[in-house]
């Protein structure tokens, strides 16, 4: 049954059912359509726009420790709720940012979010401001940046409160210009219910 259809029949049947029975959707309910779409992901990360500035935090962030990573992700933390942001503004500010910005909406909503993570799985750019800086600790990166260039993860679909989409988090690999190297990984929130 279409994404739509399937929708449409829980929702005459009441909120809860509907409720109880999308919360058991996992990524895999939409594997094919959000294979089908991550060449398209794949396209624009060879874009010099995206290695260059992994590339060159991993450079700047070579040296960081743990602690150091820590102190950092609680920084942006602290800083969603606050109204001066340097670091989230830094990041915001960059060119890949703008970059990841445009592709998003290119899409017209399909992508809800992207994000591009440095071999340490700390942000480097991003269409929005995510909920941490530091991705290091979960599968969207250790999935995908210590896996290997072929690696692809797919999340659970889950209901997003900032958008009241239902998505799944694409992660992939980002690879060097060897087609092998891999120096960061990206994530995309795609609204599921526009895939095709």
Do not use: C
Request: negative net charge.
């Amino acid at each position: 049954m279409p994404f739509k259809s399937k929708m449409l029949a829980l929702l005459v049947m009441g909120p809860a059912v509907f409720l109880a029975d999308f919360s058991v959707a996992r990524a895999n309910d939409f594997e094919q359509q959000i294979e089908a779409y991550a060449p398209k992901v794949k396209a624009w990360l060879s874009d010099p726009a995206v290695i260059d500035a992994v590339k060159a935090q991993n450079a700047e962030n070579a040296n960081l420790t743990q602690a150091d990573i820590d102190k950092l992700d609680t920084e942006w933390r602290a800083e969603t709720s606050a109204s001066d942001k340097p670091l989230i503004d830094k990041v915001l500010g960059r060119d890949l940012s703008k970059f990841l910005r445009q592709k998003a909406d290119e899409t017209e909503g399909l992508i809800t979010e992207v994000f591009v993570m440095d071999d340490k799985g700390l942000n480097v750019g991003q269409s929005d401001v995510t909920s941490d800086y530091w991705q290091g600790d979960e599968d969207k990166w250790q999935k995908t940046f210590l896996v290997g260039a072929s690696a692809m993860h797919l999340s659970e679909v889950e209901l997003d409160e900032s958008t009241q989409t239902y998505q799944s988090q694409l992660s992939l690999p980002i690879v060097d210009a060897d087609g092998s190297t891999v120096i960061g990984a990206v994530t995309v929130g795609l609204n599921v219910e526009l895939l095709e």
